[in-house]
Structures are given as C-alpha cells and as structure tokens.
Nanobody
Framework: QVQLVESGGGLVQAGGSLRLSCAASGRTFSGYAMGWFRQAPGKEREFVALINWIGGTYYTDSVKGRFTISRDSAKNTMSLKMNSLKPEDTAVYYC??????????????????WGQGTQVTVSS
C-alpha cells in the first residue's frame, strides 16, 4: 500500500521556522515529482512547491525566498523548510507525488498520491 505521511507541523510565531517532512512507503518515488499543497480555512487548496526527479525546484510566488524544498530519493523522503513564516501561511499542508515531471505539475489533478496533511499555524 502506497503511503505519504507528513510530520513536523505545529504552532509557531510569525517570523519563526518549521520543517515539514514527508515519508513515502509502498513504492519508490525517485522518478516522481514530489511537492506540497496547502489549504487554509475557507480557501481552496493551492500549490506551494515541488521538486522533480533530478532536483529541479519550483515555488509559488508567495513562498519564494522563504521556503526550501528538498528530497532524499535513497530514503524516499522529502522535506519543506519554511522560514520567515507569516500568519497567511497558516494551513493544512499536504505531501504529494506525481508520475509526471515536465511540465512542472502545479494542479491538484496532476498528482497521483496524497498524504493526510499536517497542520501549520502561524500566530501574529
């Protein structure tokens, strides 16, 4: 059974940092694009960042310069380091994986596997 399991969410003050992790199991994701979506209360789920099978990265504009995505394909893991957090970053963050790498998948329907989500809350 394929699973993506997120960890590392929590409560942090504005300006602080968190690192989210995603552990994949059930198959190898080394050839997949992996990424993060988030959904804030009352809002639609949105793309945050992705990393492709050769380490190329892509970010939504609102997190550029603050978030860094990385992966360890040998360990089947991925992480998202979030710095300079803002209250508007508050959301449930989902780990995702897509078979397709190019063009960079940024839509929900382009992703084949989803985690259950982890809550990130940034207080002002």
């Amino acid at each position: 059974q394929v699973q993506l399991v997120e960890s590392g969410g929590g409560l942090v003050q504005a300006g602080g940092s968190l690192r989210l992790s995603c552990a994949a199991s059930g198959r190898t994701f080394s050839g997949y694009a992996m990424g993060w979506f988030r959904q804030a209360p009352g809002k639609e789920r949105e793309f945050v960042a992705l990393i492709n099978w050769i380490g190329g990265t892509y970010y939504t504009d609102s997190v550029k310069g603050r978030f860094t995505i990385s992966r360890d394909s040998a360990k089947n893991t991925m992480s998202l380091k979030m710095n300079s957090l803002k209250p508007e970053d508050t959301a449930v963050y989902y780990c995702v994986a897509a078979k397709r790498n190019l063009p960079p998948p940024t839509r929900e329907y382009e992703y084949d596997y989803w985690g259950q989500g982890t809550q990130v809350t940034v207080s002002s």
